[in-house]
C-alpha cells in the first residue's frame, strides 16, 4: 500500500517535531471513511520511528492501530480517527487532498477533523521525548479509519480489546476539534446520547365513508405524536441541557383520498443527556404507543449512551495544562453529536480536546499554520503534566 507525502520530502525524513508536514501527509491520504488509503501506515512508521510498539487491528474493512510507549500501565492515551467525510459536490478552491498551503493556512479535507490534530499531537511527543522520557506510566494511542462511518469496527472494539488484555488506560483524550471560537476554549468531557425510532402503527383498512367498517392507524399515530411532544423528556441536569424529541417523518403512503390505510409510520430522533438511556427512552416510546394502539411495532437504534466525565483530578491536570500553554482557561462543554469518546466512558476518564472546528466537514476545510503549532504546545505540555 503506498501514500503521499509533503511536496517537499519523505515524512520518513522529516523532523516529526513539526506537525506541518505530518498533517499534509495524513491529508493527502485521500481516506475517505472506511478507506484507509495509506494514513495508518504512514503513522505506524512514524510512530515505530519514536520507539513505539504498534500493533494493527483489523475489523472488517477498517484498519485499526494501537501504539504505546513506555512501562507500566497506560497513564495517557490519545485517541483519534483517519478517516474523513467525502469532500462533497461543491467546489472547493484547492485539491480537498492536495495539502496546499496558502496565506499562513493548510486546506484539504481532515486538516480540523482530525489529521491536524493527530499531527499536533504525534509532533508533541516528538518533542517530549526529546528531552524526557514518560516515568508515570506509558502514553498510548488509538487510532481508527471508523469514526466518520458506522463506527462499527473501529474504537469500541479496539476498546473491547484493551479491556480483554488488561490494558484500559487511566485516562484518554480523544482530539476531536472542541474549540469553538479560540483555540483552548472548550473541552468536552461528556456527550448527549442519540436515539432513533421507527413506529409503525396497524391498522384495518377501509373506506372513509364507512370509518366504522375500518381502524384507521393514522389517528392513533397522530395522538400518540401529540403526547410524546406535548411536554419536555427534562429540563436538562448540571452539565446537560434539555433532552430533545424531534419527529423527523409521518408517512402512510395512501395513493388516493378515499381510502383509510392500514398502517402508519413515523420516525423520531431523541437527543438525550444523562437522566436516561435507550432502555428508558425505549420503555418510554412503547409506553405511549400503547396507550394509543393494541397493535405497533417499534424499532429503536443507539448510536451512543449519554456519558459524563464528572470533573476530578484528570480533567482538573487536562484544563491546568491547557490554561497554563495558551492563557484561556477552556470551559468544560457536553454539547454537539456523538464522537469516539463515548467507547472510553463505560471504562476509564475520557475528554476531548483540539483545534477551532468551524471549517470541519465543510467546502475548504482548513487550518491555520500557527494554530497547528499552537495546539502541538498544548498536547506537549498535558504530556508533560501526565507521563514526565
Known sequence: MTYCVTDTTDLAAADLADPLPIARALIRCPSVTPEDAGAIDLLRDALARLGFTCTELPFGRVRNLYARLGDGPVAFCFAGHTDVVPAGAAAWSV???????????????GAVDMKGNIAAFLAAIARLLARAHPRRGAIGLVITGDEEGEAIDGTGKVVAWLAARGEIPRFVLVGEPTSVATLGDTVKIGRRGSLTARLVIDGVQGHVAYPQQADNPVHRLVRIAHDLIASPLDEGTAWFEPSTLQITSIDVGNPVGNLIPSRAEARLAIRFNDRHTRASLEAMLRATAARHAERFDLATSCSGEAFL????????????????????????????????????APHCPVA???????????????????????LCAIYERVLEDFVA
Do not use: N
Request: hydrophobic letters at 40%; one cysteine or more; aromatic letters at 6%.
Open 95 to 109: 485539491d480537498p487532498f492536495g495539502a496546499e498551503l496558502r496565506d499562513g493556512m493548510l486546506y484539504g479535507r
Open 309 to 344: 466525565t464528572k470533573p476530578g483530578p484528570e480533567v482538573e491536570r487536562l484544563t491546568r495544562a491547557i490554561a497554563a500553554a495558551c492563557g484561556v482557561t477552556p470551559r468544560l462543554d457536553t454539547g454537539g453529536g456523538t464522537s469516539d469518546a463515548r467507547f472510553f
Open 352 to 374: 476531548e480536546f483540539g483545534l477551532v472546528g468551524t471549517t470541519m466537514h465543510q467546502v475548504d476545510e482548513r487550518v491555520p499554520v500557527a494554530e497547528l503549532a499552537a
